[in-house]
């Protein structure tokens, strides 16, 4: 036993010796340079490409064996256009294993890799030759490899769609590995910078990963991965993406999943900075099955328009890859602005059709929470409740809401069709609306400050509305007018705006009748209005601040108008308005009473006219006023004005210039004859007076020309004179007849 043992001993010594030898041996005689020629020729015969070894070919045999390669290039099929270029290449492999007939590859180092895939219109590739074409029906071993590490140093892939016309590069490409082999963890560093034409890219990428796999059981498990991006995506700058989690797939099976995935993104857009989180604590897909816990999306964003934080989650994620749906999606926007701040919540079980591009939001509810200065008592609150449906492939969305808006409730159902240009259908229901909590408030003193430069009208959204649809209002005040039961219908279509009918009541009477807005270019605007049974003073002075006219009855317009700015629309001002009261009364003057106090003028020599101010405290009432004007360019004039009261006559001619807001109209003013003062019978009855009211207005005044109505006076009473002789001479006349005949 003994003998046996030292025999058996030196006969592996001789052994090994003789394998030393013969790998001395060969090391020291066969030289792989000698069959670079042979080398090139098979490649070329075989698949019709040139291959390049400009460097040695060196082979190592210990500790490890191997080879180094040199500069290598292959060109294109049956082209002389490189395809890929290698600067050096080695791979060895472990001896020990070798012995047991394992193959174990101890190192993999690349440098200065080139290489371009491509992509050819017709839809194949510049590799297709490459790829084994003979598929057999035996049964295949699955592949089992040992791998040490893997180096690749100072490399380049460019992929080329000739189709689309994209381009993708990894430019400044690392990669080491620990070993990969079959169950056994291992380990990735990954270097490269990432560069697209469609869509654009420039980002610096790095990432270290544990990873396991097992080929027989077609399993892959990435742990603790770090990945972290840097640059420029589309017109995002100062990119920084930022990834960590675990990812597993069983291909066998098809389960893929996710475990504490967290992603971060910042950037600038513009110049608005933004700051995104995406939290996915855990995603499974099982053979095209997905489900997941609570969702959650966090964002910031920076912005002119403001600072805007948003939370979106969603709880219960189900689906496949054609739908999907979520127990519950809520989002919640907090946005400040200078001068005023907005919370927004939003919630509504889900779903969707990601092949049809469908979402459909049931059951939505939408809170809105505002706080500023300028909002009616600082705060306003809202909440409505409906339904959303929005269809990508139809490009529509239907939408169906009911509940509190501003200080209104809402019933509204809005559809749009088509998004890059939208056309919008409406039907909407609103109780109660008062548009001058939410419209600017004249700042204390600006009576004394200068009036800013007026600014344009800027229409041009109006160009491209395609808008059709019905609104009514239950009580609506608008630039302090009040209106009630307005009902509206609206048709926009290249800048052609038709409201009809626009029709309400107003102040114990109503209004009916169209606008039409054409802003196209210089916006151009028609009314035609009746107003039947309007009481005329709260409305004038509502609207207008005009506390000069009283009464009850009709007023009819029919006006056209265009320009830039409001006081060119007042200026541009052309058509005809009509007006027709009852029982009303003019303010700032009682001309009977004014004429009848002026009975002293009639003694007076020289007696002119005399102008006065409004008073307030004084109103000439009239049982009936007719008047109808023309308008052109923005000045009313007037030839037919009659007022009537049994004490009084008025008729009248003038000027209302609107666009300067000024009044020049005179009138010729008819005392009664019947009229009675403390003194007996008045000397003033049945005497016209010139009457003139003039001004901004503002500033309103009256002008009597008293000179005129002594005038008038003086006549009439050499009439009566003359009269009153006529009737002596008739009378002595008859006198002296009747004593001829005696």
Do not use: C
């Amino acid at each position: 036993m003994k003998n046996f043992l030292k025999y058996s001993l030196w006969l592996a010594g001789v052994v090994i010796a003789i394998a030393i030898a013969g790998v001395v041996y060969i090391a020291a005689t066969f030289n792989p340079n000698d069959y670079k020629t042979q080398i090139i020729k098979l490649v070329k015969d075989k698949q019709h490409r040139s291959l390049k070894l400009d460097g040695d070919i060196k082979l190592v045999f210990f500790p490890s064996i191997g080879a180094d390669i040199g500069k290598v290039s292959l060109s294109e099929f049956q082209s002389d256009e490189t395809f890929i270029y290698i600067d050096s290449a080695r791979v060895s492999l472990a001896l020990l294993p070798l012995l047991s007939r394992q193959m174990v590859v101890d190192e993999v180092s690349i440098s200065g890799l080139k290489a371009t895939l491509v992509k050819f219109k017709n839809g194949k590739t510049n590799i297709d030759d490459l790829l084994s074409k003979n598929d057999t029906d035996e049964e295949k071993t699955p592949l089992e490899f040992d791998i040490a590490s893997v180096h690749v140093e100072d490399s380049e892939l460019t992929y080329l769609d000739e189709s689309t016309g994209g381009q993708y590069k990894l430019k400044g490409f690392n990669l080491n590995t620990g070993r990969i082999a079959n169950g056994v963890p291992g380990k990735i560093d990954f270097t490269a910078v990432i560069q697209s034409s469609k869509p654009k890219l420039d980002i610096a990428a790095q990432m270290k990963v544990k990873f396991t796999f097992d080929l027989k059981k077609q399993l892959f498990q990435m742990e603790g991965l770090e990945l972290q991006a840097k640059g420029t995506a589309l017109d995002i700058s100062n990119l920084t993406v930022l990834a960590n989690g675990n990812i597993s797939a069983n291909f066998d099976t098809q389960e893929f999943s996710t475990k504490k995935l967290v992603v971060t993104a910042t950037g600038l857009q513009g110049k608005n900075n933004f700051d995104a989180k995406l939290d996915a604590p855990a995603l499974n897909l099982v053979q095209n099955n997905f489900t997941g816990d609570k969702l959650t999306l966090n964002a910031k964003l920076d912005s002119a328009f403001g600072n805007i934080i948003a939370n979106l989650a969603l709880s219960d994620l189900t689906g496949n890859p054609q739908s999907f749906k979520s127990s519950a999606l809520t989002l919640e926007l907090d946005m400040k602005q200078p001068e005023q701040a907005f919370k927004i919540k939003l919630g509504s079980p889900v779903t969707g059709n990601i092949e049809q591009q469908q979402l459909n939001l049931s059951n939505l509810t939408v809170a809105v929470n505002a706080r500023g200065d300028k909002l009616p008592n600082k705060s306003v609150s809202s909440e409505m409740k409906g339904s959303v449906q929005i269809d990508g492939i139809r490009q529509s969305v239907q939408t169906n809401l009911a509940g509190g808006l501003l200080q209104s409730q809402v019933k509204a159902k809005v559809a749009v069709n088509g998004f890059q240009d939208p056309a919008i259908r409406f039907d909407i229901d609103v109780d109660q609306f008062d548009a001058d909590l939410y419209m600017p408030k004249e700042a204390a003193g600006v009576a004394n400050k200068p009036a800013p430069a007026e600014q344009s009208f800027d229409l041009a959204g109006l160009k491209k509305l395609n808008l059709e649809g019905g609104l009514r209002i239950g009580a609506l005040k608008i630039a302090n007018v009040k209106l009630s039961q307005v009902r509206l219908d609206v048709k926009a279509h290249n800048g052609l705006i038709t409201i009809s009918p626009l029709s309400t009541n107003l102040y114990q009477g109503n209004m009916n009748g169209s606008l039409k807005v054409n802003a196209q270019s210089t916006p151009h605007i028609a009314i035609n209005q009746n107003l039947s049974g309007i009481n005329i003073a709260p409305l004038l002075k509502d609207a207008a601040n005009f506390d000069t006219l009283e009464g009850k009855g009709n007023v009819a317009l029919n006006l056209t108008t265009q320009g830039n700015t409001m006081s060119a629309l007042k200026k541009a001002l052309n058509g005809n308005m009509s007006l027709n009261l009852t029982d009303g009364a003019i303010k700032g003057i009682n001309i009977a009473k004014t004429l009848r106090d002026a009975q002293d003028m009639l003694n007076m020599k020289g007696a002119t006219a005399q102008t006065q101010s409004v008073n307030k405290t004084e109103k000439t009432d009239f049982s009936e006023l007719k008047a109808s004007f023309k308008i052109n360019n923005g000045v009313a004039h007037n030839d037919d004005l009659l007022l009537k009261s049994p004490l009084l006559r008025l008729t009248g001619n003038g000027d209302i210039n609107i666009g300067n807001d000024t009044i020049n109209y005179l009138t010729n003013a008819t005392l009664a004859k019947t009229l009675k003062g403390q003194g007996g019978k008045d000397i003033v009855g049945g005497v016209t007076v010139p009457v003139r009211l003039s001004g901004p207005f503002n500033n309103l005044k009256y002008t009597l020309d008293f000179g005129a109505m002594v005038s008038d006076v003086v006549k009439q009473k050499i009439e009566t004179q003359k009269e009153g002789i006529k009737t002596k001479l008739q009378d002595q006349l008859q006198d002296k007849l009747r004593g001829l005949f005696k």
